[in-house]
DNA sequence: TAATAATAAGTGAGTATTCATTCATTAACA
DNA sequence: TGTTAATGAATGAATACTCACTTATTATTA
C-alpha cells in the first residue's frame, strides 16, 4: 500500500553504530557521524529508535544474544565436555574473525560500567554454565571441586580476555587462529581436568 | 615568590574525572561536570592538562602503573607461588575495595579499544610473567606445560574479570572479600598446577 | 488501462543545548 | 610590588533530537 522500506538500511545503521562505536567510543560515536556512514538521513535513525542510548542498549542486547545463541548451538553439538570445549573456543575465533566489530563491540559494552546486561541475558548464562557443570560431573569428567564459575571462567572470561587481546594488538599484527583456540583451550582444560 | 598552588585541588580533579568516568562514561564525563565536583574552575583543569583526551589518558597511566606497583611489590615478599599468587588475590581484593572507582576506570580502559595501554607498561607486565613463570618451573612449582601467557591469566585476567563480576552487581550486591579472593586463588592455582 | 488518492519511507535544515577550550581578570602570596 | 594560582564568563563548534516536507509505492477508482 505504500512504499517499502529498504531492509540494508537499518543494518547499515547497526553496522555504522556498531564501527563507530569501537573506533570512537560512545560519545565519539555522533547521530550525524553514524547516519553518514550508513548513507542514511540523521533523523532517519529516530524512525527506528527512540534516542542513542537506546540504539545502542538494543544493540548491546543483540551481541549478547547472538553470543548466548553461538553458545548453546555449540552445546547441543554437546559429546564430552573436552570435545565440546574444544569446538567452542575453535569456532569462536571463527565468529571473532568474522564479526570483528561486533566482537569488540560487546567485549567493550560488557566491561562498561554504565552499560548493564540483560538480567535474563545474564541468568540464562549463569543457568547454562550450572547445567554444562552438573553435565560434566554426572559424566565424572568434571571434578566435584569444580563451580559454575569455573566454568563461566573458561566458556567466557578467558576465552574472551585473550582472543581481546590479540583484537587489540597486544601481541603485534596478528589475528587469533586454530593454534590460538587450541592454546586457550589446553590453559582452560588444565583448570577443568587437573591432570 | 608568589601564590602556592594547593595540591588537593589536582587530586581533587583526578578523583573527580575517575569517579565521573565510571558513572557517566568518557562521552557522559565532561568538564565542567568534572570541575563542578572537584570544586574547581573549569579552565583551571587546563592548567595541568592540555586536554579532555590528555588528562584521561593520564590518569589510565596512572592506575596501569598502580596496578602494576601493587604487582611488583607483591611479588619481592615470593617465597613460593603458591604463597604468592594467595597473597597477590587477598590483596588485590583490598585494593579493590579501598579504591574501587580507580579499580573500574582501569578495567573499563583497558577493555576500551580507544584507548591503548603504554607499550611500555605492556612489555613491563609481559616480562614480569615470563620472570615469575621461570622461577616457578625452575623451583619446580609450576610444571613445564604452563606458558607466560598462563601467568598472565592468573595474575590479571582471571582476578580482575571476576572482581568485576562483583562490582557489577553480577551476583547481586555483594561486594568481593577474603572468601572471594580464595575462591578465585582456587581456580587459578588448579590452572597452574593441576593436583 | 490511466489517473489519482492514500500511505509509509526517508530527508535534512533547524533548534536548543551542551561541549571543550580560551583568556582577560582577580586573589593570594613572596 | 611582582609573580603565579585560580577564576569563570565568553566562544564557536558540535551535539542529540524534531518536524515539516518530499518521494516511492500500492490501492482504488474512472
Not at 48 to 77: I, N
Not at 87 to 110: C, M, P, S
Not at 138 to 162: F, G, K, N, W
Not at 170 to 195: E, N, Q
Amino acid at each position: 500500500m505504500a512504499r517499502i522500506s529498504d531492509p540494508a538500511k537499518l543494518e547499515n545503521i547497526k553496522k555504522a553504530t556498531v564501527s563507530m562505536i569501537v573506533e570512537k567510543g560512545y560519545g565519539g560515536a555522533s547521530i550525524s557521524a553514524i547516519a553518514a556512514k550508513a548513507g542514511v538521513a540523521d533523523g532517519y535513525l529516530y524512525r527506528h529508535y527512540p534516542s542513542k542510548t537506546e540504539l545502542v542498549r538494543d544493540l548491546f542486547s543483540e551481541s549478547t544474544a547472538m553470543f548466548f545463541d553461538y553458545l548453546q548451538k555449540e552445546l547441543e553439538h554437546y559429546t564430552t565436555f573436552t570435545d565440546f570445549i574444544t569446538r567452542y573456543h575453535r569456532g569462536l575465533v571463527d565468529l571473532i574473525n568474522e564479526k570483528t566489530d561486533h566482537a569488540k563491540f560487546f567485549i567493550q559494552l560488557i566491561n562498561d560500567f554504565t552499560f548493564e546486561i540483560d538480567e535474563t541475558a545474564k541468568q540464562s548464562i549463569l543457568d547454562l554454565c550450572h547445567r554444562t557443570l552438573e553435565r560434566g560431573q554426572r559424566d565424572h569428567e568434571i571434578p566435584a571441586t569444580c563451580s559454575s564459575l569455573d566454568i563461566y571462567t573458561v566458556m567466557v572470561i578467558v576465552p574472551l580476555q585473550i582472543f581481546s587481546l590479540y583484537l587489540k594488538g597486544f601481541f603485534g599484527k596478528i589475528t587469533p587462529d586454530g593454534k590460538t583456540a587450541a592454546m586457550v583451550t589446553h590453559t582452560c582444560l588444565k583448570l577443568i581436568r587437573p591432570s
